[in-house]
């Protein structure tokens, strides 16, 4: 019998890419999809249409991680073995803007699953993966971060997650529900929303060198993260549950850079030579010199600047994780450097320009 899984956010980044990894093991795929006024599909449409998948497993479904009753339906009508719980208001600096409804979703939304699984009776049946993230740590501990490691977020979308991180093992230990944490630092791709940092400065740069835009602003040059490549770590979801016995998980590369130091490296391989100058907002990034002479780009271009209007109400500005139980217990190997995910990033900016 082939395994059925059930992803909520299929249509972000993670959920493209594991939907593309469980169907090449056999799974049933069935996703969540919300209704929005313009189509959101575009990251899975390369598998819905492709001829050699049968229609049958990848069904999507509509429904709403608000809306209990949509979302005990499709469980109920599904019986999956396994739920993936991957959807989520993603972006930090936007959950200032709406923290009740993030934590609708993030928070709520978990608890409307895990309650669904207990009434519905699929204890023995169904295992439940939940997308917690290195955003609950905050940065107050400067060493690197593992799953004994405290909590101290600083932003409505890190509590939000934080709620979901503590009732996924609540229900794991009253209910005896197999319910795993991966707590994931930062990971990137080609897919990635374009408002997150990396691909915000691969896209904003490879127009840039096209002639399609002069300069990109940003905000925090600063903040460092452990940034691992999202293909790589969806692999790990799923291990997650393949274990006998549910836990929670750090998925990290265990290296960090900063957000000025991704700047650098981008620009290097798409052969600018960059100097920042001044300092805090009045800080801007230079052309020294470019390799490409047939470039829009001239000597003297200012093609960074620092915005107020990027920064976020309280920002954590260090995360760098310790993945040692993953790397012993799932036999976890980060394999993608961050100078091949920019690559993979510019290359796609580049050919989709
Ligand atoms: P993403 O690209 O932002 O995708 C989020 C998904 O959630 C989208 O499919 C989105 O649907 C869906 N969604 C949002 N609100 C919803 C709602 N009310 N009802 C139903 N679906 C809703 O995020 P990602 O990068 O793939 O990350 C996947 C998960 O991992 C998220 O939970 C994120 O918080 C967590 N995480 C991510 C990282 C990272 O670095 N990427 C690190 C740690 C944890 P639409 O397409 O309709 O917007
Ligand atoms: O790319 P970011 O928006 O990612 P952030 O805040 O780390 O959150 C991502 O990773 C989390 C895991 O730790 C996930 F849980 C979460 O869902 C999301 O995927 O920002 C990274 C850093 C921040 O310090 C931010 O202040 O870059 C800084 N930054 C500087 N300029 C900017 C910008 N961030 C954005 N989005 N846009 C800027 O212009």
New binding site residues.
Partial sequence: MKKVALL?????????YLSEYLLGKGYIVHG???K?SQF?TQLIDNIYQDPTIPNRNLILHY?????SLSMTKIIKKIRPNEIY???????VGVSFENPEYIS???SL?TLRILESIRLLNLQKKCKFYQ?????MFGDLVKKNLNEKSNFLPKSP?GVS?LYAYWITKVYRDSYNIFACN???????SE???ET?VTRKITKGLAEIKVGKRKCLYVGNLNSKRDWGY?ADYVKMQWKMLQKKKADDYVIATGKQISVREFINKSCNYLGIKIGWKEKGLKEFAIVKSIIDKNSNIKKGDIIIRVSKRYFRPNDVDNLLGDPSKAIKELNWKPLVSIDAIIKKMIDNDLKLL
């Fill in positions: 909520t956010g299929i249509t972000g980044q993670d959920g493209s969540i999809k919300r929005s959101n429904g709403d991680m608000t809306d719980n991957l959807a989520a208001q993603s972006h609708n979703v993030n939304g997308a917690s993230t290195s955003e979308y997650k991966g707590i994931l630092f930062n990971h990137e897919r990635r929303g997150f999202a």
